[in-house]
């Protein structure tokens, strides 16, 4: 399974954007990447996912490098009920392999 | 439309003694999938189940763990002759279509096993 490297923690201010980077390397064509995350004691939460072209959803945005090796999760406001372990995920078939993620830490 | 369902949400175990952890999908998806979280540690896979039969088990461990997927009712992750480094948080997931790297995956809220 392709890897990816995150930072291991990251904190941002209530109210402010969020940019949580994510470097994959040895992506190959297929993969897709997917972010997820998990709120403490609970478990993990779709958040988005793309192939090749940036993506928009309620929850954030995903903006992916023009040669695939790295991307960006944006947090366009960050909350308090924001924080948790974010994990970027390269997809290629029906499992999810998780990395340590990125601990976000929101300060009011 | 109920979201995926676990459980029992805390079990707790003696060593030997058989764990049996259940898990209903969300109403229309026949995909699951079963990850544990060690403690401290990430999330791995263990298996992926499609109604009835196995699809890849490639992150069970070889002895004392079993997945079934049948035709009708939940879903089961049994662990026979526990010993304490099976306490862990145990999550089932399911998804809607056919288990495709675009297939979002839906998390229960886990069940977390310790074992005396």
């Keep these: ?108 | 439309n109920a979201g995926v369902m676990q459980n029992p949400r805390h079990l707790v175990r003696r060593r030997g003694q058989e764990a049996r952890l259940r898990c209903s999908p969300m109403k229309g998806h026949s995909h699951v999938y079963w990850y544990r979280q060690l403690p401290e540690e990430g999330l791995k896979f263990m298996v992926y189940l499609q109604k009835e039969n196995i699809i890849d088990e490639s992150g069970m461990p070889k002895e004392r763990f079993s997945a079934e997927f049948p035709k009708e009712g939940p879903s089961i992750l049994r662990i026979q002759q526990v010993v304490r480094g099976d306490s862990a948080a145990y999550f089932c997931a399911s998804s809607p279509q056919w288990g495709a790297s675009t297939d979002t995956q839906y998390f229960g809220p886990g069940t977390r096993l310790t074992v005396l």
């Design chain 1, 1 to 108: 399974d392709a890897k990816t490297t995150q930072p291991n923690s990251m904190e941002s201010n209530e109210e402010e954007p969020v940019h949580l980077p994510c470097n994959h390397s040895t992506i190959s064509g297929t993969d897709y990447i997917h972010w997820y995350r998990q709120l403490p004691s609970q478990g993990p939460e779709y958040v988005i996912h793309g192939l090749t072209s940036n993506v928009n959803n309620r929850m954030a945005s995903l903006a992916i490098a023009e040669d695939r090796k790295s991307s960006t999760l944006i947090l366009h406001r960050a909350t308090l009920r924001d924080a948790a372990v974010y994990y970027c995920i390269l997809m290629n078939g029906n499992k999810l392999v998780f990395g340590a993620g990125t601990i976000l830490r929101v300060k009011s």
